[in-house]
Structures are given as structure tokens and as C-alpha cells.
T-cell receptor, first 113, second 115 residues
Framework: KQEVTQIPAALSVPEGENLVLNCSFT??????LQWFRQDPGKGLTSLLL?????REQTSGRLNASLDKSSGRSTLYIAASQPGDSATYLC????????????FGQGTELSVKP | KAGVTQTPRYLIKTRGQQVTLSCSPI?????VSWYQQTPGQGLQFLFE???????NKGNFPGRFSGRQFSNSRSEMNVSTLELGDSALYLC??????????????FGEGSRLTVL
């Protein structure tokens, strides 16, 4: 049974710092991996999607990597800003499981001015 | 292009009642998925519909049901509400077509409180 774990559960950093969020999954047979951002009481905003054949994706100050063999993904945020404060969620989709994501518990990020 | 629209955004019910939530996917998207988010269990998959057919189902009791209409709009229903059904219910849609990345686009959710 696929399980997704995110460490740490919470993280507080000063503005301007570069940071890494971690995600691990137990079964490497994934179709894709997505990173989302969730602000309090809101829905999910898709940040980056990495297909199983890809190693990384970049969008602005965000870079996500995927290592299927070790069951790990990282989300790198460069030059953090207070507006980056939110909960970041990692989720995997398995083959032939369209529409079904298996989520980690999230990392709550706080960026202090 | 409008995003995924969920209604109502907030609602309060009492135990034993039933509730229906609605989701309109992004135009052109034919797959709709539903998720439940609670502080204790996190985000959990409920079910997925494509072309009016349920293709995938999570591990929830039969009180949770859904359907999809010919215009791809979807509804989910929870009968005989329990206190533990209090949650944020999120809907997501997926673009169609070969080579589909499987990317999901989420709505803002419906916040259900059961008293």
C-alpha cells in the first residue's frame, strides 16, 4: 500500500533563506508526483508536476526533483518570502489510478519578515 | 478560463441529515475527483468520475455517494451525517486526451460542519 510522508511537519525560516521540503513514498511505481500549496481554509494550488520519466521541474523560485529509485522528492524554494507561508503538500498518482492522488500530511511553512 | 467551481462554500448541518455538494469542472475537463480533508486524516480520495461513470473509489462507507452529469458537472451526497463528516470537501478536475499528465486542478472546497 502506497504511503507518502513529508518531513518536517512544520518549518519556520527568516525571509530570504533558501529551503528544502522533503517527501518520500513507499512504492516507486508512480505515474507522477505533484506538489501543491494550500493557504488556510482554501483549496489546493498546483505548483509543480513531475512525470515518472522526469527528474525535475522548475517554476520561478521553485524547483522540484524526483528520485523514483529511492522513493524521494524534494521541493526547493529559493529566496523565501513571507508570501510563501502556507502548507505544502506532496502527492503521488499510481498507474491506472487516474484522478486518485495519495497525499502526504504536508509541511506547514512560516517565513518571518 | 474559469477554474473548478464548488458550491456551497460553507454549510452547517445536524447529525442524521443529508447533504449534497456540487462541483463544476474546468471547461473541457471530463474527469472529476472528490477528496475529504480533515485535520486528523489529511486529504483522502473519495471517488472519481469520467463520462458519467465512477471509475475509482476510495475507502469510505456507502453513505458517501456521487454522480456525474452529461455536462461533466458532479455532485456528491453524504447521507445520515455524523460528527466525523465535518471536513473540507475538495473537488478536482483533469484534462482529457492522450498523453495526459494526470495533473489535477482543485476548487476552493465546500466546508461542511456537522453539529
Amino acid at each position: 500500500k502506497q504511503e507518502v510522508t513529508q518531513i518536517p511537519a512544520a518549518l519556520s525560516v527568516p525571509e530570504g533563506e533558501n529551503l528544502v521540503l522533503n517527501c518520500s513514498f513507499t512504492d516507486s511505481a508512480i505515474y507522477n508526483l505533484q506538489w501543491f500549496r494550500q493557504d488556510p481554509g482554501k483549496g489546493l494550488t498546483s505548483l509543480l508536476l513531475i512525470q515518472s520519466s522526469q527528474r525535475e521541474q522548475t517554476s520561478g523560485r521553485l524547483n522540484a526533483s524526483l528520485d523514483k529509485s529511492s522513493g524521494r522528492s524534494t521541493l526547493y524554494i529559493a529566496a523565501s518570502q513571507p508570501g510563501d507561508s502556507a502548507t505544502y503538500l506532496c502527492a503521488v498518482m499510481e498507474y491506472n489510478q487516474g484522478g486518485k492522488l495519495i497525499f502526504g500530511q504536508g509541511t506547514e511553512l512560516s517565513v518571518k519578515p | 478560463k474559469a477554474g473548478v467551481t464548488q458550491t456551497p462554500r460553507y454549510l452547517i448541518k445536524t447529525r442524521g441529515q443529508q447533504v449534497t455538494l456540487s462541483c463544476s469542472p474546468i471547461s473541457g475537463h471530463r474527469s472529476v475527483s472528490w477528496y475529504q480533508q480533515t485535520p486528523g486524516q489529511g486529504l483522502q480520495f473519495l471517488f472519481e468520475y469520467f463520462s458519467e461513470t465512477q471509475r475509482n473509489k476510495g475507502n469510505f462507507p456507502g453513505r458517501f455517494s456521487g454522480r456525474q452529469f452529461s455536462n461533466s458537472r458532479s455532485e456528491m451526497n453524504v447521507s445520515t451525517l455524523e460528527l466525523g463528516d465535518s471536513a473540507l470537501y475538495l473537488c478536482a478536475s483533469t484534462p482529457p486526451g492522450a498523453g495526459n499528465t494526470g495533473e489535477l486542478f482543485f476548487g476552493e472546497g465546500s466546508r461542511l460542519t456537522v453539529l
